[in-house]
């Protein structure tokens, strides 16, 4: 690909259809597709936020009462009320995918994937418990 | 570039499952009860006295980095086949795991200041 194609005059150049950057729109499972890997995109934005919170916490308490007062506008809330949806969405796609990811087997059997999507759930469920009761008592 | 796929991908489903698994319970506590008054915030002094705590420290240190790297794998297919930018592989894999390193270092640097 590095080369400078030569084109002849019988052979002007290879036909290659030029396909649109909305191709994905097209198809349910395509938009789904796209949708589900830029969950990514507000899986990185929390990130930031909390990386953003703990460099406040580091700078002192004007620094994160600025932080807290950020996050108030409805900028910030519109953005962080659709990063949960996507972030939802990520979470439900991951869990339904660990099954075709892991396959696991116990005495010589397979492990159904309705019980590892369970184990994914109940983790899910204790791990924001357990989360949601340090935060509360903090 | 080869030779690190594996460990890019074990970096990439770490995070995935960690951001499955916690960010939904944060996102909903940080980003949208607190803010919107449902719940109050935690004090500055709350705060500080968690995230010196060698614990929270590496729950932190799991919590911020993995997604970062699971969003540096992730992103660059939207890129390539969703915006047809398949030309420039190498320029968005170096800036998409670029930017997870320099927030691994700077989460690392926060925690390791904060102590």
Redesign the interface.
């Known amino acids: 690909m590095s080369a400078d194609p030569h084109y002849t005059l019988y052979h002007p150049r290879w036909y290659r259809r030029r396909?649109s950057?909305w191709w994905?729109l097209r198809k349910r499972s395509y938009a789904r597709f796209?949708l589900r890997?830029?969950t990514?995109?507000f899986?990185?934005f929390?990130?930031?936020?909390?990386?953003w919170?703990?460099?406040a916490?580091?700078q002192?308490?004007d620094a994160?009462?600025r932080f807290?007062a950020r996050?108030?506008t409805p900028l910030?809330?519109a953005l962080?009320?659709v990063?949960?949806l996507f972030?939802?969405f990520?979470?439900v796609t991951?869990?339904n995918l660990t099954p075709k990811?892991m396959v696991v087997r116990l005495r010589g059997t397979r492990v159904p994937d309705a019980v590892i999507i369970g184990l994914?759930y109940a983790?899910?469920l204790v791990?924001?418990g357990m989360?949601?009761f340090v935060?509360?008592r903090? | 570039m080869q030779r690190i796929t594996p460990l890019l991908w074990l970096l990439f489903s770490a995070g995935g499952t960690v951001a499955a698994l916690l960010f939904p319970i944060h996102l909903l506590f940080t980003g949208i009860a607190i803010p919107a008054g449902w719940l109050e915030a935690p004090s500055h002094e709350t705060l500080h006295r968690l995230m010196t705590h060698p614990v929270v420290a590496l729950y932190l240190l799991v919590l911020i980095p993995l997604p970062l790297f699971h969003w540096a794998h992730r992103f660059r297919y939207p890129l390539y086949d969703g915006l047809q930018l398949k030309h420039l592989t190498a320029l968005i894999a170096v800036l998409c795991y670029g930017a997870a390193l320099l927030g691994t270092v700077t989460t690392a640097y926060l925690l390791w200041s904060i102590r």
């Open positions: 396909v950057v994905w796209v890997e830029l990514s995109v899986v990185a929390f990130a930031v936020i909390y990386l919170q703990l460099w916490v580091v002192g308490p994160y009462a807290l996050l108030r910030f809330l962080d009320a990063a949960f972030v939802l990520h979470a991951w869990f990811a994914n983790a899910w791990l924001s989360v949601a935060l509360l903090a």
